[in-house]
């Protein structure tokens, strides 16, 4: 369909930061926060045979090891489940030149070799952890603070110890290296953000009519945004508007179509609000881990950007809702059939 689209000068073959990496891999290089997607594209750009084009379908193989290595993460819990048939919008995600499927893929990776709790896996999910801080530095940072909180308590003997030690001075050691890069950039973020800064970055990301920031009515509004914009309504009635076709037809109707399957999940879990607790507390710590920082992008978007982002930085959050509302689902029939 994109494709039929794209013959038809519909839309471009590129679009936004698709364009942007292919056509600057050497800027996205230098870029700490993206430079392995920068490298990614510098060998399509300069080296790939097939040229240019292949990189708009790179996502393709990169979302089937995605989905296979979530199938793995919850196939105790959910059987063999496919993300991607709930969330359709990935595969419009699989035809983009972009690199969120690929954090997903480090994040994954990252968390199941990391619990394994053997020396020869933490040094695979060290390799992870350090493409991800090439990708997207602070969800490794949070990473790293949520590997803490489940890793310690698991201590038990003397030679557990030993190797927590040891991989505790390599890793400070590298995360002094990579986030020291960073640290100042952070902090002059930061300190910008929470003064005089916060008012521009508002009208920026048009939160206007979320009111004033002095409000905590104006944080809640924030969240609520990004949980549950765009309504289905929207994109129907967006139809109509030439100019909200920027990503195509295909982006629009995949978008709608995951956000009515995103919304039925959400009602679902609100119906059974006091059974989430019960079903996260029965994952495993790399299952726990991998949907910690899914639920993260919540409070992350909701206060850095107001709410107000593309529909692949709500992903993520979505995969924690389908999730939770799987296990809601499963557990409730455990149930039933016990009853009978």
């Known amino acids: ?17 698709g364009l942007n990496y292919i056509s600057n891999p050497e800027v996205w290089i230098s870029d700490k926060s993206r430079a392995t997607w920068g490298y990614i594209n510098y060998f399509e750009k300069y080296y790939d045979i097939l040229g240019t084009k292949f990189a708009k379908i790179l996502n393709i193989p990169l979302l089937l090891i995605f989905n296979k290595q979530f199938q793995n993460l919850f196939k105790v819990y959910l059987g063999k489940i496919n993300i991607v048939i709930l969330l359709p919008y990935f595969f419009f995600m699989s035809i983009s030149n972009l690199r969120d499927i690929l954090i997903l893929i480090a994040i994954l990776s990252c968390t199941t070799f ?28 949070l990473l790293l603070i949520i590997f803490t909180q489940y890793f310690i308590p698991t201590l038990k003997t003397k030679l557990q110890l030993i190797r927590y030690i040891l991989v505790s001075i390599f890793s400070i050691f590298i995360f002094i290296q990579i986030f020291s890069i960073n640290i100042d950039k952070y902090l002059y973020n930061l300190n910008y953000y929470l003064n005089e800064g916060l008012n521009d970055r508002i009208e920026f990301r048009q ?9 905590p009515i104006f944080w809640i509004k924030a969240h609520l945004r990004y949980i549950f914009a765009p309504f289905p309504h929207s994109i129907i009635s967006s139809f109509s508007d030439p100019k909200s076709f920027v990503y195509g037809s295909t982006s629009k109707v995949l978008r709608l179509i995951n956000q009515l399957i995103y919304f039925g999940f959400l009602t679902y879990i609100s119906l059974n609000l006091n059974k989430v607790y019960s079903v996260f507390k029965s994952l495993n710590a790399s299952a726990k881990s991998f949907l910690l920082i899914l639920a993260s992008h919540l409070p992350i978007y909701s206060i850095l950007h107001f709410g107000g982002v593309h529909q692949r930085t709500k992903l993520p959050f979505q995969i924690f809702i389908i999730v939770i509302g799987l296990l809601i689902w499963r557990l409730k029939k455990i149930k039933n059939v016990k009853t009978k």
């Open 1 to 17: 369909m994109f494709l039929f689209e794209h013959n038809f000068g519909l839309v471009t073959y590129y679009i936004s930061d």
């Open 114 to 141: 990391f619990h394994k709790k053997q020396l020869k896996y933490y040094s695979i999910s060290l390799l992870f952890f350090l493409m991800l801080f090439s990708l997207r530095p602070f969800i490794a940072l």
């Open 207 to 215: 939160a206007e009519l979320l009111g004033s920031p002095d409000s």
